[in-house]
């Protein structure tokens, strides 16, 4: 019997921003899922808009998966796991020893897939810049978050919103595919449904 799937299935159960008053909880399984699809986009944009040779399905997975290891540790607040390089190497090693465990749940012939997934096994250039866009989306989920939490009326990430605004400022200007994602795309949200689709346009059904 094979335990990785039901394992990965309790990312649900992972609630993050432990140490923050949340206007509405978001679990890791929403978080993952975010991170993918903005991963994809990265990379869609970086294909089309500035002529690489990113793999786009490989980023997304990658999302789905990039915080997994998280089922076992928890979701170690921030100012916890960067509060200084002995805590944060040491976090690390916590995550390595998880995410192996996981793997460890998978059938033999299925466990170098995955391990691809999880650290990575292609060195190239593609391959490395892919997974630096899969870092720079999951930042952007976090900015998405702290935007809806401010748009609530919450103050509790006034202070988040600001410190991760500069980071995704920073990879802005490293990273145009961010800069795209931002410019065309970050915009929108916090719109109602009736704004984000075009309310009253004559719709083409009626």
Known sequence: MNHFFATVSRMKYIERWALMR????????????????????????????????????KAALIGIYHDASEIITGDMPTPVKYSGSEMRNAYKRVEKDAEEKLLMELPEDLRADYEDIFSGTDDSFDDRYMRSLVKAADKISAYIKCMEERRAGNLEFKTAEKTIKEAVDKLRADYGEVDVFCREFLPSYGQTLDELLGSGRKDPLA
């Open 22 to 57: 949340n206007s509405r909880d978001e679990n890791l399984s929403e978080h993952s899922l975010e991170v993918a699809m903005i991963a994809h986009a990265l990379c869609v944009i970086g294909n089309r808009r500035f002529e690489r040779h990113l793999n786009a399905e």
